[in-house]
């Protein structure tokens, strides 16, 4: 069954550092996205990107951070310059249809640490 | 702005009976959806139900239903006959806005 993969798992930097997180979405889906849930507190909509440009961003996704498809199969989310309240898991997801109204597909997350 | 309200941090049951996890939102659109996702420990979210707003009956998956109340804005999740696997964060989602989650923990 086709799946949403993230990579690194864990990822450990500096602050201010840049850090570029990976996400192979379904091949088939349009729309993707991704959440932060820093620990113990809710899920958080970062951003969602379709037909190659950001759809729709939450009040957190701020210049620091951008995303890109760079190919045909990679979704990635950059942080600039790193800020210790970034550490948090990061979770990556797509649909085929718009989230607002389809299910969508989550990755396993990638964990973010800041030192 | 778009909230979803989940008022119960942590719930339990009794394996094979019934739980309700409540959530309640707030939107000002007048279609839209709502979801029950389900993440296991250690495991990726998973869709467990959605129900469209334009659809007076209730959604249902097996053991998993909703009561769906739109003039109050609530819409809870009903697990009947409770299994151990069902133990997880269950968060009701609208609009890619989460509540906060309901850790589940089923007794055997």
């Known amino acids: 069954e086709p799946e949403v993969t993230q990579t690194p798992s864990h990822q450990v930097t500096q602050m201010g550092q840049e850090v570029i997180l990976r996400c192979v979405p379904i091949s088939n889906h349009l729309y993707f996205y991704w959440y932060r849930q820093i620990l113990g507190q809710k899920v958080e909509f970062l951003v969602s990107?379709?037909?190659?440009?950001?759809?729709?961003k939450s009040e957190i996704f701020d210049d620091q951070f951008s995303v890109e498809r760079p190919d045909g199969s990679n979704f990635t989310l950059k942080i600039r310059s790193t800020k210790l309240e970034d550490s948090a898991m990061y979770f990556c997801?797509?649909?085929?249809?718009?989230?607002?109204?389809?299910?969508?597909?989550f990755g396993p997350g990638t964990r973010l640490t800041v030192l | 702005a778009q909230t979803v309200t989940q008022s119960q941090p942590e719930m339990s049951v009794q394996e094979a009976e019934t739980v309700t996890l409540s959530c309640t939102y707030d939107t000002s659109e007048s279609d839209y959806y709502l979801f029950w996702y389900k993440q296991p420990p250690s495991r990726q979210m998973i869709l467990v139900i959605r129900q469209e707003a334009y659809k007076q009956q209730n959604a249902t998956e097996n053991r998993f239903s909703v009561n769906f109340q739109k003039a109050a804005k609530s819409f809870s999740l009903k697990i009947s006959d409770s299994q151990l696997g069902d133990a997880a964060m269950y968060f009701c989602v609208n609009d890619m806005r989460f509540g906060a989650g309901t850790r589940l923990t089923v007794k055997p």
């Open positions: 990107f379709y037909n190659n440009e950001i759809s729709e």
């Open positions: 997801a797509s649909s085929e249809y718009a989230g607002s109204m389809d299910e969508q597909f």
